[in-house]
T-cell receptor, first 116, second 112 residues
């Protein structure tokens, strides 16, 4: 079974530029998450999708961050314009619904963003 | 709100030593609890989980018991190996929710 795919793996941009990250979840997984992991901290949820609908985006800085999941499969996360404090690893995870609320989240390798 | 507190690292041990990484949580209701591990250069992987009080999760020689009375989920291993060197994250999932709340992580370094 293929895992969660993310691209790019690394990205360096200047502040005020825009950037987009892509995620392909495990086939058949209905739930998709984007987490932000700042160096030295644990991952923090940005947004959660169930199929192609948003379930929770309460911690997404909506003035600069946006995300979509078209057709309930792939997802993109965009930052525009980027700030220095956006430097972090952006993790995508997916999960199935079959196991109820105890089901496992599978994480991708992450995209490391550096904002100069 | 919900939060997870882990002991700060790095934790440095010799091979075959006993490991304990402390984790306590704050949450309403009855959350599920998890330990995730991140090996160097790899993504987060689920290590073990427990979904109700007094449950014990175990995997690869690691164990953790869900203690509701002390709101804790400490990770233990009787004899660590160099290959266990990684960052360990404690996490909770609120009742009725799917997203995880993570602790800040504890780096474990095992020396031969």
């Amino acid at each position: 079974e293929a895992g969660v795919a993310q691209s790019p793996r690394y990205k360096i941009i200047e502040k005020r530029q825009s950037v987009a990250f892509w995620c392909n979840p495990i086939s058949g997984h209905a739930t998709l998450y984007w987490y932000q992991q700042i160096l030295g901290q644990g991952p923090k949820l940005l947004i959660q999708f169930q199929n192609n609908g948003v379930v929770d985006d309460s911690q997404l800085p909506k003035d600069r961050f946006s995300a979509e999941r078209l057709k309930g499969v792939d997802s993109t996360l965009k930052i525009q314009p980027a700030k220095l404090e956006d430097s972090a690893v952006y993790l995508c995870a997916s999960g199935s619904q079959s196991g109820g609320y105890g089901d496992t989240q599978y994480f991708g390798p992450g995209t490391r963003l550096t904002v100069l | 709100g919900n939060s997870v507190t882990q002991m700060e690292g790095p934790v440095t041990l010799s091979e075959e030593a006993f490991l304990t990484i402390n984790c306590t949580y704050t949450a309403t209701g009855y959350p599920s609890l998890f330990w995730y591990v991140q090996y160097p250069g790899e993504g987060l992987q689920l290590l073990l989980k427990a979904t109700k009080a007094d449950d014990k999760g175990s995997n690869k020689g690691f164990e953790a018991t869900y203690r509701k009375e002390t709101t804790s989920f400490h990770l233990e291993k009787g004899s660590v190996q160099v290959s266990d060197s990684a960052v360990y994250f404690c996490a909770l999932r609120r009742t009725g929710r799917r997203a995880l709340t993570f602790g800040s992580g504890t780096r474990l370094q095992v020396q031969p």
